[in-house]
């Protein structure tokens, strides 16, 4: 069974930095691609950014481009979202999601794609 446990989320200023990760145990852990979702208030969940399987290839959405850096290390397990430049409609649950890639090299844009799902950590950016 795949676990996916997020952390890092806390209340910070607007301009202000935070790190999120999320440690994926039960499997093999470069079967799988991965994703940093967020869900607002009121608004559906929407995609972030993305991570294929080795790491080579992201995606982001247009509003946190330049300013969002997906990584993950392999040898940890562990998917990381670097969040610089925090606004405060970048406030917030973010989840991590994961899903199993064996033959696919890319990234994985699709939501409803992914199989496995983290418990969500809340990011509040003041003004």
């Known amino acids: 069974q795949v676990q996916l446990v997020e952390s890092g989320g806390g209340l910070v200023q607007a301009g202000g930095s935070l790190r999120l990760s999320c440690v994926v145990s039960?499997?093999?852990?470069?079967?799988?691609?991965a994703g940093w979702f967020r869900q607002a208030a009121g608004e559906e969940r929407k995609l972030v950014a993305s991570?294929?399987?080795?790491?080579?290839?992201?995606y982001y959405a247009d509003s946190v481009k330049g300013r969002f850096t997906i990584s993950r290390d392999n040898a940890k397990t562990t998917v990381y979202l670097h969040m610089n430049s925090l606004k405060p409609e970048d406030t917030a649950v973010y989840y991590c999601?994961?899903?199993?890639?064996?033959?696919?090299?890319?990234?994985?844009?699709?939501?409803?794609?992914?199989?496995?799902w983290g418990q969500g950590t809340q990011v509040t950016v003041s003004s």
């Open positions: 039960g499997r093999t852990f470069t079967d799988y691609a």
């Open positions: 991570i294929n399987r080795s790491g080579d290839s992201t």
């Open positions: 999601a994961a899903v199993d890639a064996f033959a696919y090299s890319g990234v994985v844009k699709s939501q409803a794609v992914y199989n496995h």
